[in-house]
């Protein structure tokens, strides 16, 4: 069965400082993968996606990302944290035969100190 | 371009009661999803509607159901309300027809009483 496993489920980062949050996942196939990030009360805003080709992928808001198949991985990164980026972050798998039936991690809420 | 659009936003219900919830998706966009997000059991895949037929499934009981009309807007009904329903009911559209790219709406924020 796919699983997804985000292992920090709260980090703590002053502004400016760099990021780096986790995703692992469990899946048979190439799988899609997605990172999304939801503000308090939002729906899921998409970051960045990785379908196939080039491993590191750039988002919007500065956020990039890259897949590892050798560690079934695919961290989210930004090198300068700023304070609006407090939110909670998902990575979600998704594959082309499952149609929209993603499996999403149990999210990283992402906390900016001034 | 509008983004998806999800009535209500908040709504309260009893228990034994139904619930009915709307998705208007991004303009030109045919396939709707729909998630339950909860504290305990976080992202979980309802259903997936393209053409106004559904073609996948969550693990949820036959109490959830749903529906999309010709013009892509979807509805999701709830019926004999629990109150483990209580959650927040994100829908989320894309091109269709395997585009794997989700837009979510902000969710109906559902509570059950």
């Known amino acids: 069965a796919q699983s997804v496993t985000q292992p920090d489920i709260h980090i703590t980062v002053s502004e400016g400082a760099s990021l780096e949050l986790r995703c692992n996942y469990s899946?048979?196939?190439?799988?899609?993968l997605f990172w999304y990030v939801q503000s308090p009360g939002q729906g899921l805003q998409l970051l960045l996606k990785?379908?196939?080709?080039?491993?590191l992928v750039q988002g919007i808001k500065g956020f990039e990302a890259e897949f590892k198949r050798s560690q079934s991985s695919f961290n989210l990164r930004k090198p300068s944290v700023h304070w609006s980026d407090a939110a909670e972050y998902f990575c979600?798998?998704?594959?082309?035969?499952?149609?929209?039936?993603?499996?999403f991690g149990p999210g990283t809420r992402l906390s900016v100190l001034p | 371009k509008a983004g998806v659009t999800q009535t209500p936003r908040y709504l309260i219900k009893t228990r034994g009661q139904q619930v009915t919830l709307s998705c208007s998706p991004i303009?030109?966009?045919?396939?709707v999803s729909w998630y339950q997000q909860t504290p305990g059991q976080g992202l979980q895949f309802l259903f997936e509607?393209?053409?106004?037929?559904?073609?996948n499934k969550g693990n949820f009981p036959g109490r959830f159901s749903g529906r999309q009309f010709s013009n892509s807007r979807s509805e999701m009904n709830v019926s004999t309300l629990e109150l483990g329903d209580s959650a927040l009911y994100l829908c989320?559209?894309?091109?269709?027809?395997?585009?794997?790219?989700?837009?979510f709406g902000e969710g109906s924020r559902l509570t059950v009483l």
């Open positions: 899946y048979g196939a190439t799988p899609y």
């Open positions: 979600a798998v998704g594959e082309a035969d499952y149609g929209q039936n993603f499996v």
């Open positions: 303009s030109g966009h045919r396939s």
């Open positions: 989320a559209s894309s091109l269709g027809d395997r585009a794997l790219e989700l837009f």
């Open positions: 509607y393209f053409s106004e037929t559904q073609r």
């Open positions: 990785y379908f196939s080709g080039d491993t």
